[in-house]
């Protein structure tokens, strides 16, 4: 008699500042956790893991567009006999109280519940012994796991069905090769609750550089592991034959995968050769550009967009966060070589170094509007995340950080600075938003992107959803989604249920006030737009920012004699190429 192992495996959102569960019709961002241990588990049951006897059910619920209903799941487990296990997948800092709050139910029927993600494997990795929140998981019985899941899932299932659970699987000092592994897969019935059906795939995890603020190198490692050529290849084949086009690679830094070139040259040949449609976006750092084919190789390969950690424009900033690797002299080469492959440009920009003030960010914004060729800029807050070498170093001088991991999403501030208030601070962050995408610099990034040969209508969908996002629906872009769905009974713990008669007009008025607010806004930007295209001399546009970079431009441009510390950059600079080139 064949027996059913019920495996859901839930990658779980959080709570707005109201305390209701972010969710969407439809979201923008695939979870690559999601698909990578949907991939895994999809192939333990290939493999039989649990015994031929044993068919292991497989379930994905991603809460940003799904509503994960507890009640409904603890009704199938107890008809199954309990038999199985919910995995809370992927769980980042500011999901961790959300994915507690979902387990304690499940717990409570006596239904096994394991934990993984950034936020379990980071606090493990960093702090010297359990933190006092992970110790919360523990004490309702959940597992936790740290580290990454390829060839170590056998072994959780194994235990599960035996109903063995360890309290604590430490994986994070043997980080497994990826090469020849299952990769992350989604079914196309959850990629379609993504906007624009993308899903995600990592080619390679790890990143050599050391910036403070990051836990990817201390979950992931600084040692690059990559999957092979074949495995990407493989993957996109099953994709392409489920009609998913669009990929997020979500390695951290794609350009210091070893085998970027040879992975590139296989999706060139299915674009080219085999007249497959795939389009791409990727992350990368500042010095990519200086790679030979790098840029006009990831054009062919069909990259659209890419994101590139810029992070701050003074290097005194770049230098207390330990990211050397960006040089502000090679800024504005590196982004026009972008630029004039017609590939849209996405920055991250971080707000709140030792430095900043509300005077200073604001002049920084000016300079980027005026000398820089970017289209997307995203603020986030300096956060100590959990898993960084900056909360570890907050954790061990004893500083204050705020208790609730919910905060840390990068959008509020959870700990004090030295030159700014929080409400300073928090108030420059949202007027951050209001200042980049001010209608009229909205207007010039338009203009660029038709002198420069990339759509326009793309271009206005992006400035729509960027400069709206926390102005309109108060989250930031990346948690964003279409149609905001709030359930009254998904209310965090400890906040009162609205009633019924209360909850349901308020939020229907509030849709419809929302929708006509982006209503206008796109009309006026689609009457902009439209002029812009209509411009016979559309192409000839030309400012500050898309002019060729010149010998000169150290001298007259702002973002080089900001401060002493661009100045002293600029010198830097120099001397190296002296030295390289041997001319003054």
Not at 105 to 112: D, F, K, N, T, W
Not at 241 to 258: E, L, M, P, S, V
Not at 331 to 357: C, Q, S, V
Request: net charge neutral; with cysteine; hydrophobic share 40%.
């Amino acid at each position: 008699m064949t027996r059913r192992f019920l495996l859901i495996l839930i990658k779980p959102s959080h709570y707005d500042d109201d305390g209701y569960v972010i969710r969407w019709h439809r979201s923008m961002i695939p979870s690559n956790s999601l698909a990578s241990l949907y991939g895994l588990a999809a192939d333990c049951e290939d493999r039989k893991v649990l015994g031929e006897d044993v068919t292991l059910d497989v379930r994905a619920i991603d809460e940003t567009n799904t509503r994960v209903r507890v009640e409904r799941i603890v009704e199938e487990f107890r008809q199954n006999g309990n038999f199985g296990l919910v995995g809370l997948v992927g769980v980042q800092s500011n999901q961790y109280p959300r994915a507690l709050d979902l387990a304690r139910p499940l717990r409570e029927a006596g239904i096994p519940v394991a934990m993984g993600g950034f936020h379990v494997s980071g606090c493990l990795a960093m702090l010297p012994d359990l933190h006092v929140d992970l110790q919360q998981a523990l004490d309702i019985g959940v597992s936790l796991f740290a580290g990454e899941a390829e060839e170590r899932l056998d072994r959780v299932l194994l235990d599960a069905a035996a109903g063995t659970l360890e309290p604590l699987y430490n994986y994070m000092k043997e980080l497994p090769s990826v090469e020849g592994t299952p990769p992350p897969f989604l079914p196309a019935g959850y990629v379609a609750r993504t906007l624009g059906g993308n899903t995600s795939f990592d080619a390679g995890r790890g990143c050599p550089f050391q910036c403070s603020f990051c836990t990817i190198i201390n979950v992931q490692g600084r040692k690059s592991r990559r999957r092979s050529p074949d495995d990407i290849e493989k993957l996109i084949r099953e994709n392409l034959a489920q009609g998913i086009h669009n990929y997020f690679i979500t390695d951290d830094n794609f350009a210091r995968n070893k085998d970027w070139e040879i992975i590139l040259d296989r999706i060139i040949a299915l674009r080219e050769k085999e007249g497959m449609w795939i389009g791409l976006m990727v992350q990368v750092d500042t010095l990519c550009h200086k790679i030979p084919n790098f840029i006009s190789k990831c054009k062919r390969a069909g990259v659209s967009r890419v994101f590139i950690g810029l992070e701050n424009i003074n290097p005194d900033n770049l230098m207390a966060a330990k990211k050397r690797q960006n040089k502000i002299t090679e800024y504005r080469k590196m982004l026009l070589d972008w630029k004039h492959e017609g590939i849209i440009t996405y920055a991250g920009y971080i707000l709140g170094f030792p430095n900043d003030t509300p005077e200073s960010i604001r002049r920084d914004i000016g300079i980027i509007q005026r000398e820089l060729p970017l289209d997307i800029l995203e603020f986030f807050f300096l956060t100590p995340l959990p898993g960084s070498e900056d909360h570890q170093t907050l954790h061990r001088k004893g500083v204050a950080m705020d208790a609730d991991l919910n905060k840390y999403d990068l959008e509020h501030a959870v700990t004090g600075h030295s030159q700014m208030s929080q409400q300073e601070w928090e108030g420059i962050y949202r007027e951050a938003w209001r200042l980049f995408y001010s209608p009229e610099h909205m207007v010039t990034i338009l203009r660029r992107a038709a002198a420069t040969g990339v759509r326009t209508k793309s271009i206005q969908k992006l400035l729509m959803w960027f400069s709206t996002s926390v102005d309109v629906e108060n989250v930031h872009p990346l948690q964003g989604g279409v149609i905001r769905f709030k359930d009254r009974l998904d209310r965090r713990p400890g906040l009162p249920i609205e009633p019924a008669w209360r909850f349901y007009p308020r939020h229907a008025a509030e849709t419809v006030a929302k929708s006509a607010k982006l209503l206008w806004l796109f009309a006026r930007l689609e009457l902009k737009r439209r002029r812009i295209e209509a411009d016979p001399a559309k192409k000839t546009y030309m400012d500050a920012a898309l002019l060729p970079v010149a010998d000169d431009e150290t001298e007259t441009l702002e973002i080089f004699n900001q401060n002493e510390a661009a100045r002293g950059a600029v010198r830097h600079a120099h001397q190296i190429d002296i030295l390289t080139h041997g001319t003054a």
